[in-house]
Nanobody
Framework: QVQLVESGGELVLPGGSLRLSCAAS????????IGWFRQAPGKERERVSC????????YYGESVKGRFTISRDNAKNTVYLQMNSLKPEDTAVYSC?????????????????WGQGTLVTVSS
């Protein structure tokens, strides 16, 4: 059973950068596609990014394209989300999730396993 733990969330100034990590245990991460989601208070969950287990293809939500980059280090069993040019509207709890599909579940929000989330706050 895959277990995911996120880290890296903190308070950051607008325009700043953060790197979130999603560490997996119990399984080999390269067998899974990993997606990032976020949810701000009072708002619906939003797709952020996904990296496929098939060929490493990456996908991004419209609001983060050009600012966020997803990557994976299979040797460390970890997926990263590099977030640059952060805005106050990026404030949310960020969660990673795993699926055996090719980011198909990410599009529908139907993943096989979820982490607990890490809080990112962008504020001056």
């Amino acid at each position: 059973q895959v277990q995911l733990v996120e880290s890296g969330g903190e308070l950051v100034l607008p325009g700043g950068s953060l790197r979130l990590s999603c560490a997996a245990s119990g399984v080999t991460l390269d067998n899974y596609s990993i997606g990032w989601f976020r949810q701000a208070p009072g708002k619906e969950r939003e797709r952020v990014s996904c990296i496929s287990n098939s060929d490493g293809s990456t996908y991004y939500g419209e609001s983060v394209k050009g600012r966020f980059t997803i990557s994976r280090d299979n040797a460390k069993n970890t997926v990263y989300l590099q977030m640059n040019s952060l805005k106050p509207e990026d404030t949310a709890v960020y969660s990673c999730a795993a699926e055996t599909g090719f980011c198909i579940g990410w599009y529908g929000g139907e993943m096989d396993a979820w982490g607990q989330g890490t809080l990112v706050t962008v504020s001056s």
